[in-house]
């Protein structure tokens, strides 16, 4: 089983960035691909950004060129940095990650950008 605990939510300023981070109990190095996806109010679950064993990664067009996803093997975590927030960006951020073919979540982490 893979344990993930988000961190780096809160309250931030249209434009401005905020970073969140997710720590893994299992080796990430063990893991296929880590993602982050996310859920606002009324709407479904959707990708934000994945990254895989091999440090490829793919973003949603909404974010492309404004967040940033990365994986730390020695840490065993997998963050996201996120610059020029925007309101529509509000939701609740949920850690994924693969291992051997079964998906693990998250309980997620709020952010919510004010205009």
């Known amino acids: 089983q893979v344990q993930l605990v988000e961190s780096g939510g809160g309250l931030v300023q249209a434009g401005g960035p905020l970073r969140l981070s997710c720590a893994a109990s299992?080796?990430?190095?063990?893991?296929?691909?880590m993602g982050w996806y996310r859920q606002a109010p009324g709407k479904q679950r959707e990708l934000v950004a994945r990254?895989?064993?091999?440090?490829?990664?793919n973003y949603a067009e909404s974010v492309k060129g404004r967040f940033t996803i990365s994986r730390d093997n020695a840490k065993n975590t997998v963050s996201l940095q996120m610059n020029s927030l925007k309101p529509e960006d509000t939701a609740v951020y949920y850690c994924?990650?693969?291992?051997?073919?079964?998906?693990?979540w998250g309980k997620g982490t709020l952010v919510t950008v004010s205009s």
């Open positions: 299992r080796s990430t190095s063990s893991l296929n691909a």
């Open positions: 990254i895989t064993s091999f440090g490829r990664t």
């Open positions: 994924n990650a693969d291992w051997i073919g079964i998906d693990y």
